[in-house]
Every structure is written in C-alpha cells, then in structure tokens.
C-alpha cells in the first residue's frame, strides 16, 4: 500500500532563516505531488505541483520555491523566511489519471517568529 | 481562476438528522469536483468524487450532487453522528484534473 511521510512534523524558526521540508511517497510510482499552505482557519492554498522528476508548476508568486529530485521526493524550500510564511504545509499525492483523489501527508506545523 | 464558496463557515446540527454543505463556483464547470474532510491538525481525507455528466453518487450516509447550471455541489451526510464533526472542503479541478483548488471548508458540529 502507499504512504506518505512529511517531516518534520513542526517547526519554529527566526525570520531570514532558510526552510526545507521533504516529502516521500512509498508504494507507487510517477506520482503526481503538490504543496499546500493552510493558514489558521483558512483554505488549502495550492503552492506548487510536479508531474515528473524536475517538472515543478508554481501557482503564485512568493518567497518559497519547490524541486523534485527523484520520483517520490519532493521538497519545499526558502532561502530567507518571513513571518507570512508561518502556516500548516501539507503535501499530497495522487495517480497521474487526471480527476484521481489526493493523498495528503500529516502536515509540517511552521512557526516564523 | 475559480472562485469557490462554501455556505457557511460552520454548521451546527443534531445528531441524527442530515447534515447539507454547499458549494458554489463562478466560472466554468469543473470535470471533476471532489469532497474532503480534515480533522483539527490532520491533512484532509478524500470521501467522494462525481464528474460533470453525474448528477448524484452515494458513498454509505454521504449523497453528493452536482449542478452545473447552478454551479453548485450539495453534499449530504444522513442520520448523521457527533463523529462526523470535521471541516468539509470541496475542490475542483483545474488543468484537466492534474491539480485541484479547494473551497474554504465548512466546519461540522453534530450535537449529542
């Protein structure tokens, strides 16, 4: 069966400070990926998404970019943090098949101060 | 882009009756419209899917609806349980089907 992994599970770090969070799926092969933000008592915000190994999509402009090293790795970064970055991240995945459901991760809890 | 409205930001209801959540869209019709449910600190969990040439689909006490003149998805949970209490996105696709945008979620009481 397929599982994700996120980690880690929360984080707190100073404004300017750089971020990676990494995703993994098991079980499955060239699926598609995604990062969401979820701010308090909002929405899933759509970040970025990946059909294949170094293919990212960037749905809005911001300080966090995205890359795609192997098939089942997918990594959220920023080089300087800021305090609107703070927010719930999520990563999922789905099977290439357009309209298939989401697999979401647990979640990475950011806290800029 | 789609904008998506989900009626209320929180619904509260007895248990045992039937819980409706409804989502609207503005622009153009989705292929694919998706439901969701995610607990407090949990990723969302996929419950139903119905494609734009489906008027219903039903999933054990969940009845889904899809309009497409109305633009409007209604989501039903029946004899509903305090167990149901969640927040419910629905999301639509975008990119024929390769990404999804969510509403802003409905959050659920099912009183005792």
């Known amino acids: 069966s397929q599982t994700i992994h996120q980690w880690p599970a929360t984080l707190v770090q100073p404004v300017g400070s750089p971020l990676s969070l990494e995703c993994t799926v098991e079980g499955t092969s060239n699926p598609n990926l995604y990062w969401y933000r979820q701010a308090a008592g909002r929405g899933l915000q759509l970040l970025f998404y990946s059909v294949g190994i170094g293919q990212i999509s960037s749905e809005v402009p911001q300080n966090l970019s995205a890359s795609r090293p192997q098939d089942r790795q997918f990594i959220l970064s920023s080089k300087k943090l800021l305090l609107s970055d703070s927010g719930f991240y999520l990563c999922?995945?789905?099977?290439?098949?357009?309209?298939?459901?989401?697999?979401f991760g647990p979640g990475t809890r950011l806290t800029v101060l | 882009s789609q904008k998506i409205e989900q009626n209320s930001e929180a619904l509260n209801i007895q248990e045992g009756k039937t819980a409706t959540l409804t989502c609207n869209y503005t622009?153009?019709?989705?292929?694919?419209l998706q439901w969701y449910r995610q607990d407090p600190g949990r990723g969302p969990v996929f419950l139903l899917l119905i494609r734009e040439n489906e008027k219903e689909k039903r999933k054990e006490r969940l009845k889904v609806t899809f309009d497409t003149t109305l633009k409007q998805s209604l989501f039903h949970i029946t004899a509903s349980q305090p167990a149901d209490s969640a927040t419910y996105l629905c999301?639509?696709?975008?990119?024929?089907?390769?990404?999804?945008?969510f509403g802003p979620g409905t959050r659920l009481s099912v009183l005792p």
């Open positions: 622009n153009y019709s989705p292929a694919y």
């Open positions: 999922a995945w789905s099977e290439g098949t357009p309209g298939n459901e989401q697999f």
């Open positions: 999301a639509l696709d975008e990119n024929y089907g390769q990404n999804f945008v």
